[in-house]
């Protein structure tokens, strides 16, 4: 169309067909400028991080020595429930294992037998107190962490614990073996919660005949590293 517009314009000898001319080319840029798309601005590219929270861990010194004390329940074969009561130690060798001696006691009950024929007891009292100790070798299998709300975070390790000792009661001393498996809570640096469950076998013939005693103790207990 502009070619069109510039020969009339150069083809014309009137003042006023140029006028109109040089108004529709005027026009016509208008419109062409109006045309063209507009340059889009594109914001920056902001990456924002996403928030962080602040745990606090408590960190274990750097002592390898543990040392506690720990109560429960012992069930004993033949003889019933009862409270047990006992004092361990250990030493953390690497990060994995540690090796733990205990030492504890408890009272033995009244068999069924005795309780049925109501006939003279089998053990005098002092007999029915009952005393083992032993040395035991654990494996931390499960390390990790408890959450406490959004801010605290505990480390603690389920472990699996065995190892043999002696057990004293009825007047002999039995060789024992032990197994179990526990869970250790590291309260702050320097004190550890701790859950078990053990078995303690041992080969017993006070009843006439020799036979194989499982002896079933939950404990929980606190210890402290040094």
Known sequence: MESRLQYIFLESNHWWKRTVCILLLMLSANVALAAQPEELELEPLVVREPPTREVDIDQLDSEDFEIGVYGGIMQIEDFGSDTVTGIRVAYHVTEDFFVEAAYAQ?????????????????????????????????????????????????????????????????????????????????????????????????????????????NFEFSGGLTVFF
């Open 106 to 214: 408890t009272t033995l009950g009244q068999t069924s037998f005795e309780l049925l024929s109501g006939g003279a007891p089998l053990l005098t009292d002092v007999e029915r107190d009952m005393t083992y100790y032993n040395v035991s070798i654990g494996w931390n299998i499960f390390p990790g962490e408890v959450f406490v709300g959004s801010r605290w975070a505990f480390k603690g390790s389920m472990y699996v614990i065995a190892g043999a000792g002696s057990t004293e009661f009825g007047g002999d001393n039995l060789f024992t073996i032990n197994a179990g498996v526990g869970y250790r809570l590291i309260i702050t640096d320097w004190l550890a919660l701790h859950i078990d469950v053990r078995d303690h076998y041992f080969e017993s013939d006070l009843l006439g005949t020799m036979e194989g005693k499982h």
